[in-house]
T-cell receptor, first 111, second 111 residues
């Protein structure tokens, strides 16, 4: 069984640029959630997708957007990058009402 | 607003020295409480889900317990490989299945 995979693993972007992060969900999982984890903090919920529809959003501005595809993989897009967007971005997949499994994360650095 | 507080922030143990980590929570209605282990620069690794007060789960040297206000992660005779950050998260009934995380407890086990 293939786990959750994220790409890229590391990324450096300049302030004001746009970035797309990708996530392949675990086999059989139709729910994908994205989290932002700043250094020394717990993960913060960005949004969740269930069967290609957004199913909840955290306290993040509209420049954070996402997609889920028919194969349940997902993208996180961030526009107009700010220095404070530097963090570890985590994708998690799950079946409804079951535990979530996380990928290894994408480390984004904004300079 | 759902909230999770973990204590202590950091804990240093000698190999074989048992201890407990605390997770206090407030949630509108608890669907589940989750424990994850996170190694530096990696995604969280699922450990346990607890659903109701009085429930206990064990895995190797770890045992998780749940009351109506808090959860404990007991570590018995820890080994250096147990060194990691342990994250606690709650999931509320209804709506999206987002996880609300605490900041974690960083555990270091010295040989």
């Amino acid at each position: 069984e293939t786990g959750v995979t994220q790409s890229p693993t590391h990324l450096i972007k300049t302030r004001g640029q746009q970035v797309t992060l990708r996530c392949s969900s675990q086999s059989g999982h139709n729910t994908v959630s994205w989290y932002q984890q700043a250094l020394g903090q717990g993960p913060q919920f960005i949004f969740q997708y269930y069967r290609e529809e957004e199913n909840g959003r955290g306290n993040f501005p509209p420049r954070f957007s996402g997609l889920q595809f028919p194969n349940y993989s997902s993208e996180l897009n961030v526009n107009a990058l700010e220095l404070d967007d530097s963090a570890l971005y985590l994708c998690a997949s799950s079946r409804p009402r079951e535990e979530a499994f996380f990928g290894q994360g994408t480390r984004l650095t904004v300079v | 607003e759902d909230q999770v507080t973990q204590s202590p922030e950091a804990l240093r143990l000698q190999e074989g020295e048992s201890s407990s980590l605390n997770c206090s929570y407030t949630v509108s209605g608890l669907r589940g409480l989750f424990w994850y282990r996170q190694d530096p620069g990696k995604g969280p690794e699922f450990l346990f889900t607890l659903y109701s007060a009085g429930e206990e789960k064990e895995k190797e040297r770890l045992k998780a317990t749940l009351t109506k206000k808090e959860s404990f992660l007991h570590i018995t005779a820890p080994k250096p490989e147990d060194s990691a950050t342990y994250l606690c998260a709650v999931q509320a009934l209804g709506g999206s299945e987002k996880l609300v995380f605490g900041k974690g407890t960083k555990l270091t086990v010295n040989p």
